[in-house]
T-cell receptor, first 110, second 113 residues
């Protein structure tokens, strides 16, 4: 079955440093979605990538979809304490199921 | 999101008891999902539903039962709770289609003693 892996599982950074999380799928994805979950909260949709090689930006966040549509990355420039949380990627499967990656938990040290 | 509500927020139950987690959405979304979240496993799909009276298994359906008699409700029942079902459960909904984002409820933290 489809598997979506994320690395790293945990990341601690000093405030102001950059952060990147990587998502890899065992199968080609028609699209990939990214979610953020604040501590004690629920996942919140951030963005969706559809096209091969697509790059999208949201302020300090840059999202990329690989050329083969099997991997994706989220890069945060100059992290802030408000970036703390767990970032998940998710890919669709048959029947509109969404399989989530294991997530990357980001801690920002002030 | 205020449009999807889960209850209760916290629940403690004993092994072997039946427990039902409720999920209600006001958007009339076609699709609804149940996920469980455990450390190291991310979010795993338990069951999902494409419409009223249509449900299907996800990755980890064993020990769970769902129903969807109305579009807005999607309860999840643990027929005989086990300690391994201690988890945080999230309900989500979407318009449908593989490009539709999921909207999550606030979650139910379930502890089975």
């Amino acid at each position: 079955g489809q598997q979506v892996m994320q690395i790293p599982q945990y990341q601690h950074v000093q405030e102001g440093e950059d952060f990147t999380t990587y998502c890899n799928s065992s199968t080609t994805l028609s699209n990939i979605q990214w979610y953020k979950q604040r501590p004690g909260g629920h996942p919140v949709f951030l963005i969706q990538l559809v096209k091969s090689g697509e790059v999208k930006k949201q302020k300090r966040l840059t999202f990329q979809f690989g050329e083969a549509k099997k991997n994706s990355s989220l890069h945060i420039t100059a992290t802030q304490t408000t970036d703390v949380g767990t970032y998940f990627c998710a890919g669709p499967s048959t029947g509109n199921q969404f399989y989530f990656g294991t997530g990357t938990s980001l801690t920002v040290i002030p | 999101d205020a449009g999807i509500t889960q209850s209760p927020r916290y629940k403690i139950t004993e092994t072997g008891r039946q427990v039902t987690l409720m999920c209600h959405q006001t958007w009339s979304h076609s699709y609804m999902f149940w996920y469980r979240q455990d450390l190291g496993h991310g979010l795993r799909l338990i069951y999902y539903s494409a419409a009223a009276d249509i449900t299907d298994k996800g990755e980890v359906p064993d020990g769970y039962v769902v129903s969807r008699s109305k579009t807005e409700n999607f309860p999840l029942t643990l027929e005989s709770a086990t300690r391994s079902q201690t988890s945080v459960y999230f309900c989500a909904s979407s318009v449908g289609g593989e490009r539709s984002p999921l909207h999550f409820g606030n979650g139910t933290r379930l502890t089975v003693t």
